[in-house]
């Protein structure tokens, strides 16, 4: 049987708003404590199956990674941008945003791994940098970014019948 996490009371839908907005230091020992927060926003307001939770999970994680990592290049001054958006038509759009200077349209794991279509490639075999955004795209439905290339949004979709509005 199929577990879910989350606003339980009534078997509510999406309450709206429904925005979770914050910003953190460029610290890679921030990024549990940050998910957690986002974590207990969605329990909050959505039902989510297990494995949608764990997709979002990961999916904040390996975002949060590559803004600090690679985006702001661990500079502790740099900033993370983060928004989370829960929409009444069951779609978490997951929006982060860093002080980098962006991904530009030749990075190598952009165009090689192809991130703004449906994967069709393996896993297994991505280059040992950029495989944080083809993890991303398996488990989102769609995943974009801004023209400069420092902003990410990704759009997860739940399958889930216990949020009808």
């Known amino acids: 049987m199929l577990g879910y996490r989350g606003a339980r009371e009534g078997g509510m839908g999406v309450k709206k708003p429904c925005v979770y907005e914050a910003c953190v230091l460029t610290d890679t020992k921030l990024i549990g404590c940050t998910v957690e927060k986002i974590e207990c926003f969605l329990e909050q307001h959505i039902i989510l199956a297990?494995?949608?939770?764990?997709?979002v999970k990961v999916i904040l994680n390996e975002l949060l990674m590559n803004a600090m990592t690679h985006g702001n290049k661990q500079h502790k001054n740099k900033k993370v941008y983060i928004k989370v958006d829960i929409s009444e038509k069951n779609q978490i759009y997951i929006i982060i945003e860093d002080e980098g200077e962006g991904m530009k349209d030749d990075c190598a794991s952009w165009r090689d791994n192809n991130f703004?279509?449906?994967?069709?490639?393996?896993?297994?075999?991505?280059?040992?940098?950029?495989?944080g955004l083809g993890i991303i795209s398996c488990l989102c439905d769609s995943?974009?970014?801004?023209?400069?290339?420092?902003?990410?949004?990704?759009?997860?979709?739940?399958?889930?019948?216990?949020?009808?509005v």
């Open 50 to 55: 297990e494995e949608d939770f764990f997709d």
């Open 116 to 131: 703004s279509q449906t994967p069709q490639w393996d896993i297994v075999n991505l280059k040992e940098s950029g495989r």
């Open 143 to 164: 995943i974009t970014r801004n023209e400069k290339g420092n902003k990410i949004t990704v759009l997860k979709r739940i399958q889930n019948e216990h949020n009808s």
